[in-house]
């Protein structure tokens, strides 16, 4: 069962032509968003002022949106193209019928990556919003829609992942740092073909965000790099050297010509 509060009701129904703009003249896909799509109705906003819940750091406010299909399928471009224009965090409660699905992305790290549960009785639809903050009420959302555990890329303790408290090895800050390139590459495409001010704006928001956490990460790197426990393991064994610095090659010049040197392994 699906039991929002009151408060939080909108119900506005989107013309499909609201979305037309970012089919950018894809026949394949205006095609899929015709024959697939009846309706898409905005439900309802979980916010501070609807639900009188604080604001998550991730997560400000949460979009509930209502799609309604002419058959028993929808595509994830469906759904991201309906997700741009939203703006916003948002769970979607797709209908067929008697039958229904629940769909939320993942935004820990900008990328619309969605999940969904298996086609049920509409009955059987089931969304409790439980935490103390929004983004734990949208963490605790995509538990129930996953039925696993987080993702990897959510953090419930709310930390960036840039947090100086965090302490990570340097491959896994590769790891990041190859993340949020991919990310700033795909926002400057989007960015470049908006239209919209405000969302041009957001979209460089994000772009100057993901730059200020690559510079954090590179600078923690090399504080890292400069701790004794590293250094001493650096001058260990090849295999110990690969524990601590896998697949990364480094040179780093210090203050009054202090160096160090790591080369590829």
Not at 44 to 59: D, F, H, N, R, Y
Not at 62 to 71: F, G, H, N, Q, T
Not at 154 to 168: C, G, M, P, R, Y
Not at 251 to 265: A, C, H, M
């Amino acid at each position: 069962m699906i039991d929002l509060p009151g408060t939080t009701n909108v119900y506005r129904p989107m013309p499909k032509e609201l979305f037309y703009k970012y089919l950018h003249d894809d026949h394949r896909l205006k095609k899929i968003f015709t024959d697939e799509i009846s309706s898409i109705i905005w439900m309802a906003t979980l916010s501070t002022e609807t639900m009188a819940i604080p604001k998550g750091i991730q997560v400000t406010e949460i979009a509930i949106i209502e799609i309604v299909l002419k058959r028993q399928a929808i595509s994830p471009d469906i759904i991201e193209i309906i997700d741009r224009e939203i703006d916003r965090v948002a769970v979607f409660i797709v209908r067929y019928e008697e039958w229904g699905q629940l769909w939320c992305g993942d935004y820990r790290s900008y990328n619309r990556n969605y999940y969904q549960t298996d086609w049920m009785l509409e009955d059987n639809l089931n969304l409790k919003l439980d935490g103390g903050n929004l983004d734990l009420i949208y963490q605790n959302i995509v538990i129930q829609i996953t039925r696993k555990p987080l993702p990897a890329n959510f953090d419930s303790n709310h930390k960036q992942a840039t947090d100086s408290s965090e302490v990570l090895m340097p491959a896994g800050k590769n790891e990041q740092l190859e993340r949020l390139e991919a990310t700033i590459k795909k926002l400057d495409s989007q960015m470049n073909q908006e239209v919209q001010f405000g969302k041009q704006f957001k979209l460089a928001t994000e772009i100057k965000q993901a730059q200020a956490e690559i510079k954090k990460i590179k600078q923690s790197m090399t504080t890292a790099l400069e701790s004794p426990e590293i250094a001493a393991a650096t001058e260990a064994s090849g295999e110990n050297r690969r524990s601590f610095l896998p697949n990364l090659y480094l040179k780093i010049q210090g203050d009054r010509n202090k160096r160090y040197d790591y080369s590829l392994l």
